[in-house]
């Protein structure tokens, strides 16, 4: 796990190195050295960077026009990275950008291209280009369709005589973790990753997602208007959290060595996506796994959602406008670039025509979940941008038994209503 880890920590150093000196290239012109139209690139999964900069070599030596350059994965630092892009020169800012639906996009809605001339754009997926579409037009190409759960070895749940499906509310969850946390070898039932986004934005997508109500309910809270500790269903669910907080890694751990301890056998458990199986396919894993849901208010479904878009920058050259379409396209739509996706990405493709019979065990169930219909939203999206770092302080703090739900409660509410205020 060192290799993976010190790539992670390499590419998000890097960002603000690579960022200036390769969008500083785009300033005042558009060619490369190779006299090609220069397309700088930037998103913040760690986990396909290398594929990604591999597709780009491979699409740079396929065609003479375009040059794409895969800049350093941000990871969680993607939002302030692009800020500052943004903010000194857009002109300046990468070609190719990713960022979430909901407050992101609208937080840099103002500097991306519409993208309906994309071929990819055509092949979309049924319900999968809503959240980045305005008055119309299409402003982003979504990767992938991701699902979020629990990630079960299944040797150990045998072990302990649980029944996965049995799992229906939390008080099933902690009953299981009792008897996992028996088992030869379990160093803790479940791990949570200590990432921002893993730590709090996934955690907290449940108790929202399991509303029916949630884009009702959001507004109130980040306006003010409601309390979280008034919202039962939240309420609930960071009560629950904190019954469950003795069988877990009280989310100590990277996410590299948290998907790492789940393929070595310490963890029973993880709170994750199928993007996992990257860092799973890395090691020989002995057993089978799957997925389930997370059980907050019984709930039975995994989360599924759109990964981050892909947005062209309205700043840029023409030229570096339509070099960003045709590669967007080529990695979308060419057998080549859709088996990078599938193969190399191992992530579920948001788009009709793509060939899915090899997908990876973990995008397997996602897609069972999908196909049965038993799915719930991605609702944190709608949480205040920015709010990722202030809102796991106090998760830090929750796990270190510094604060208790109620005041778990208290400091994420402050957090929301703060940055709806800048």
């Known amino acids: 796990m060192k290799t993976k880890k010190i790539l992670s920590v390499i590419c998000v150093m890097a960002v603000a190195l690579t960022t200036m000196v390769g969008c500083g290239s785009n300033g005042g012109g558009s060619s490369s050295r ?8 930037i998103q913040n999964k760690v986990e396909i960077q290398p594929e990604l900069e591999n597709a780009a070599k491979q699409f740079n030596s396929s065609q003479s026009d375009v040059e794409v350059k895969v800049l350093g994965a941000a990871g969680d630092n993607l939002v302030t990275t692009l800020q500052s892009q943004f903010a000194s020169s857009p002109a300046k800012a990468p070609t190719i950008f990713t960022c979430n639906s909901g407050s992101e996009f609208e937080k840099f809605f103002k500097y991306m291209a519409p993208m309906d001339s994309a071929a990819a754009a055509k092949n979309i997926a049924k319900g999968q280009a809503e959240d980045t579409m305005k008055d119309g037009k299409l402003y982003g ?5 991701e699902g979020i759960g629990l990630v079960y070895n299944k040797q150990m749940f045998k072990d302990a005589g649980v029944d996965a499906d049995s799992i229906k509310t939390m008080d099933d969850l902690i009953s299981a973790c009792e008897k996992l946390s028996k088992v030869k070898g379990v160093n803790k039932p479940l791990a949570f990753a200590k990432e921002t986004y893993f730590q709090f934005m996934h955690p907290f997508n449940w108790p929202f997602a399991t509303m029916s109500n949630y884009k009702d309910i959001i507004p109130k809270v980040v306006s003010g208007q ?3 500790k008034d919202v039962p269903e939240v309420k609930k669910y960071a009560e629950d959290l904190q019954k469950l907080k003795p069988y877990t890694n009280l989310a100590k751990d990277t996410y590299d060595d948290q998907v790492a301890g789940f393929a070595q056998g310490k963890y029973a458990m993880i709170h994750q996506g199928n993007w996992a199986q990257s860092i799973i396919d890395q090691y020989k894993v002995g057993f089978d796994y799957g997925m389930i849901p997370m059980p907050a208010n019984g709930n039975t479904s995994l ?9 062209v920058n309205n700043a840029a050259t023409k030229e570096q406008q339509t070099g960003a379409i045709k590669f967007l396209d080529w990695l979308l739509t060419t057998k080549d670039g859709q088996k990078i996706v599938t193969d190399k990405f191992k992530v579920i493709p948001a788009y009709n025509g793509f060939d899915t019979s090899n997908l990876s065990v973990l995008s397997k169930e996602v897609s069972k979940y999908s196909d049965a219909g038993k799915t719930v939203p991605w609702t944190f999206n709608l949480f205040p941008a920015g709010v990722d770092k202030d809102c796991t302080s106090a998760m830090e703090k929750f796990y270190a038994g510094q604060i208790n739900s109620d005041q778990l409660l208290d400091e994420i509410q402050k957090v929301w209503v703060n940055a709806a205020k800048k």
């Open 34 to 41: 190779s006299g090609k139209t220069e397309v700088t690139l």
């Open 141 to 145: 190409l979504p990767l992938a369709v």
């Open 226 to 228: 409601l309390n979280l």
């Open 303 to 311: 989360a599924v959602g759109n990964t981050n878009f892909f947005h």
